[in-house]
């Protein structure tokens, strides 16, 4: 990766260790305050002690993601995962938009950045098969709400719901398992909306249309506009 790179860190995991600490401090002296205490533990206790625990357990999970889940420099974006990362290298990118379905007269947009690819054969060379079976399970409702736009009848292809773990690209190459399913996937979001890869609002630090024109300034200019972003 190059020397310069923008980090962008997802707004979902920041104050992890925050919230960690005060559920754990709160549920120490919930527990001390109780102990010291004559008398059967109060229904409010028990309530704030429900709280003490949610906010340990969201905590934990915050901590749990990596701490940037985007990388961009000149060269490369990156998306990392708990599960993984995957790359997409500046020749395979070839533009980023908001996916959109049509309802009746108007279009939809979906909450995340869809990214449509030159090469889905060069990106599936590249992409491990954890990484690509947890954002088929992740990413299924963004999908499943482009599919039930364009369904609303009820006769959906059953290839559209359900993926099949045999693929065959146009370049002729074959694949099977996981990596097979996500291709599919990423063929019927294409048709769908006009993109193969789709970067969830969740996993971005500012709405998905700036980031959106982020990724399309990178496309035009790479090095103006990493050193541009590592400037301000």
Same mark, same amino acid.
């Given at each position: 990766?190059?020397?310069? #790179?923008?980090?962008? /860190?997802?707004?979902? +995991?920041? #104050?992890?260790?925050?919230?960690?600490?005060?559920?754990?401090?709160?549920?120490?002296?919930?527990?001390?305050?109780?102990?010291?205490?004559?008398?059967?533990?109060?229904?409010?206790e028990i309530f704030l002690v429900s709280v003490c625990l949610v906010a340990i357990f969201v905590g934990f999970l915050k901590t749990q993601e990596p701490f940037y889940s985007? $990388?961009? @420099?000149?060269? +490369?974006?990156?998306?990392? *995962?708990?599960?993984?990362?995957? /790359?997409? %290298?500046?020749?395979?990118?070839?533009?980023?938009?908001?996916?959109? $379905?049509?309802?009746?007269?108007?279009?939809?947009?979906?909450?995340?950045?869809? $990214?449509? =690819? #030159?090469?889905?054969?060069?990106?599936?060379?590249?992409?491990?098969? /954890?990484?690509?079976?947890?954002?088929?399970?992740? &990413?299924?409702?963004?999908?499943?709400?482009?599919? !039930?736009? *364009?369904?609303?009848?009820?006769?959906? %292809?059953?290839?559209?719901?359900?993926?099949? +773990? &045999?693929?065959?690209? &146009?370049?002729?190459?074959?694949? #099977?398992?996981?990596?097979?399913?996500?291709?599919?996937?990423?063929?019927?979001? !294409?048709?769908? +909306?006009?993109? @193969?890869?789709?970067? %969830?609002?969740?996993?971005?630090? /500012?709405? $998905?249309?700036?980031?959106?024109?982020?990724?399309?300034?990178?496309? *035009? !200019? %790479?090095? !103006?506009?990493?050193?541009?972003? =590592?400037?301000?």
């Open positions: 990766m190059g020397k310069n #790179n923008i980090k962008y /860190r997802a707004q979902g +995991t920041r #104050n992890g260790i925050e919230i960690l600490i005060v559920g754990a401090v709160g549920l120490a002296f919930i527990m001390a305050f109780n102990l010291l205490r004559p008398g059967e533990i109060s229904i409010l985007l $990388v961009l @420099d000149e060269a +490369t974006l990156v998306y990392n *995962h708990k599960y993984g990362s995957w /790359r997409l %290298p500046h020749a395979n990118f070839h533009h980023s938009g908001i996916p959109k $379905v049509k309802d009746s007269f108007e279009y939809i947009e979906l909450n995340a950045v869809g $990214v449509k =690819v #030159n090469d889905i054969d060069e990106f599936l060379a590249d992409i491990a098969p /954890r990484i690509a079976g947890k954002l088929l399970i992740e &990413q299924r409702y963004l999908f499943m709400q482009a599919v !039930q736009k *364009h369904c609303k009848n009820g006769n959906c %292809p059953s290839e559209w719901l359900i993926e099949d +773990t &045999q693929y065959k690209s &146009q370049k002729g190459i074959c694949y #099977n398992g996981l990596i097979a399913m996500f291709a599919n996937r990423a063929k019927f979001l !294409q048709l769908l +909306t006009g993109y @193969d890869l789709l970067l %969830p609002a969740s996993v971005l630090d /500012r709405d $998905v249309w700036d980031f959106s024109a982020n990724l399309n300034k990178w496309k *035009h !200019q %790479p090095s !103006q506009f990493i050193a541009s972003q =590592v400037r301000d």
